[in-house]
């Protein structure tokens, strides 16, 4: 059935980060004394991190008409005064006061019942959740814990969504496709993503990646879903498997990835509904191709000498195509997976040329200046507004269209 027009969905919540969060920090009226925090290390910088990831809950369509997006501002001035009355509370490297997001009790949930028979410890291990941006998650073993970024789910989503944005663009609207300027924006998506884990700018700048359409949006939190299960299973598995030795060989990467893979083709992640073997290959295959050029541009970045290879990477992402191409990948799977692979090795020359010619460390420059470091935020002035308008002017090719 064609639905009407004005029916149609114009934004799209997600439930997996922060939502619950956010519903009770708007219910819960109670006066809250943060003033003791405001000593603390880049609080601001906190405000920044909680601001981005309240407002990631809900996503617009690409067709948003004005007043949805003025809504969508509204929401997100209001998610802006939650991050204020609680951001500063973070400031403790731990994150103390942030929850686990939901993702993250969902996938313990799966893991520990799938791995509860053979290891009867295994809910003895903790998660914690830590405002650090620059890890996706990390074990000690020591103290039984596991540290999962609050950032890395959103910071996954919004690549995913570049891509199966261009991936539907591409089969159902080529004609209408810029590739060049959708690799542009994703490289620049990048760039940003970079700067906010190493110049301590608040990620509450980056850009909001809008959705191509209802389907991209749902692809997109399942490709994310499957990426953070297997990064929260490859943790499990370096605790179970690894001990208490410390630091990490390749050969245990290789056996935390293969433990971790083989969890998620297994019950309780698949069944009737659950992703296919090509589902789990396309996300992992997207999931390393993320983790390359993540290294890249922060080589770039930081000015150090860039591995454009970075084949320790390439040797864990081909054990794993081998391990679940044994599992049956139908030929649409293959073709998918096969799209957003080629997109991402695009992404990595599109990287290595704007390095090359210098609009990469432009881009950094113009960015900085306009959204600058992890400060207290101001409101904005004529001067700052301008600043901005000529940043989209030079950079947004949608709006000069
Ligand atoms: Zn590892």
């Keep these: 059935m064609k639905r009407r027009k004005d029916q149609q969905q114009w934004a799209f919540g997600d439930g997996e980060g922060y939502a619950d969060f956010l519903q009770k920090a708007l219910t819960d009226t109670a006066d809250r004394d943060v003033s003791a925090y405001f000593d603390a290390e880049s609080p601001w910088y906190h405000v920044g991190v909680v601001h981005y990831l309240l407002r990631a809950t809900i ?26 009355a609680t951001g500063p509370t973070l400031a403790d490297s731990q994150g103390a006061g942030l929850p686990l997001p ?57 690549f995913n969504l570049c891509i199966w944005n261009t991936q539907f663009g591409i089969t159902e609207n080529l004609r209408k496709l810029n590739i060049d300027i959708e690799l542009t924006r994703f490289v620049r998506v990048f760039i940003e993503h970079v700067i906010t884990l190493y110049r301590n700018a608040s990620p509450s700048s980056m850009a909001v990646i809008r959705a191509y359409s209802p389907e991209a949006f749902h692809w997109t939190q399942i490709t994310t879903g499957i990426q953070l299960n297997f990064i929260l299973a490859h943790e499990y598995a370096h605790i179970v498997l690894h001990g208490n030795t410390v630091g990490r060989d390749p050969q245990q990467e290789a056996d935390a990835d293969a433990f971790a893979a083989t969890l998620l083709l297994g019950e309780p992640f698949r069944g009737a509904f659950g992703p296919t073997a090509g589902d789990i290959w396309m996300a992992l295959d997207w999931l390393f191709g993320f983790i390359e050029l993540e290294r890249i541009a922060g080589a770039a970045l930081n000015d150090y000498p860039i591995d454009w290879e970075q084949l320790s990477l390439e040797h864990r992402r081909n054990a794993l195509r081998a391990l679940i191409a044994q599992a049956g990948i139908t030929g649409h799977d293959g073709n998918l997976a096969v799209i957003g692979s080629a997109l991402l090795r695009d992404l990595k020359a599109e990287l290595r040329t704007s390095h090359e010619q210098g609009s990469f460390h432009e881009y950094v420059t113009d960015w900085l200046d306009v959204f600058g470091l992890a400060s207290r935020p101001h409101l904005p002035t004529a001067e700052s507004l301008n600043k901005r308008r000529k940043f989209h002017d030079k950079y947004d090719y949608a709006r000069r269209r």
């Design 59 to 84: 996503v617009l369509h690409r067709h948003a008409k004005t007043k949805h997006v003025k809504e969508w501002l509204v929401f997100s001035q209001q998610c802006l005064d939650v991050a204020c």
């Design 102 to 158: 939901k993702w993250a009790e969902i996938s313990r949930t799966s893991i520990t019942s799938a791995l509860r028979n053979n290891h009867p410890s295994i809910d003895d291990v903790r998660l914690v959740t830590t405002t650090e941006a620059r890890l996706h998650a990390r074990s000690f073993h020591s103290r039984n814990t596991i540290q999962v970024s609050a950032l890395m789910r959103e910071y996954l989503r919004t």
